[in-house]
């Protein structure tokens, strides 16, 4: 079974890619991964839950691991995304254009949202309650999410991860330098 999936999910990646469509029938895509229909309905339940499925395995099996663990210069790490999406952009943007669009964005905004840890948010910004934390943390992975779909999406090729590195990094230092002192309770003093 595990075997199947991962075909499931490698033939998903390859014809996306391919075809620079998310329009594809279940059945193209069983044969690419010489399974039957069926068992992509009793593994994924649909076609857009397996293509997001496969984009998420993607993100595990070559982006994190090219990433560098929490301890990797910030710019290292943005810039092993940026080339990651560069890589696959095929596949990445007929994600983010078809059917797939908005599971695929949520994945996104999660990934970037893995990136942000409430104890950085604070070495930040201060002392911050819950709520204006999550709050803040969701704006800037939403915002971060909209610059790499635009750049995956409209950018002219061949996509230049440095200058999307670049890009992420000048905002980085753009928040943190312009922040407002908070007082405790996320209120400005």
Known sequence: MLRSRAALMAAAVRLVSERGTTALPVGDLSDAAD????????????????????????????????????GAPPRARMLAMARHFARHRPFYRAMLTGSCAFPMTRAMNKLFGSLITMTSLREVFGDLDGTTAQDLAAMITGGTGAIVNDWVIDADD??????????LLHLSTALTRSHPALAPGGRPR
């Open 35 to 70: 399974v039957s229909r069926q068992l992509v309905y009793l593994q994924f339940g649909d076609r857009d839950a397996l293509l997001v499925a496969a984009a998420s395995d993607l993100v595990e099996r070559e982006l994190i691991p090219e990433a560098g663990d929490d």
């Open 158 to 167: 061949p996509l230049d991860p440095d200058e999307l590195t670049d890009r």
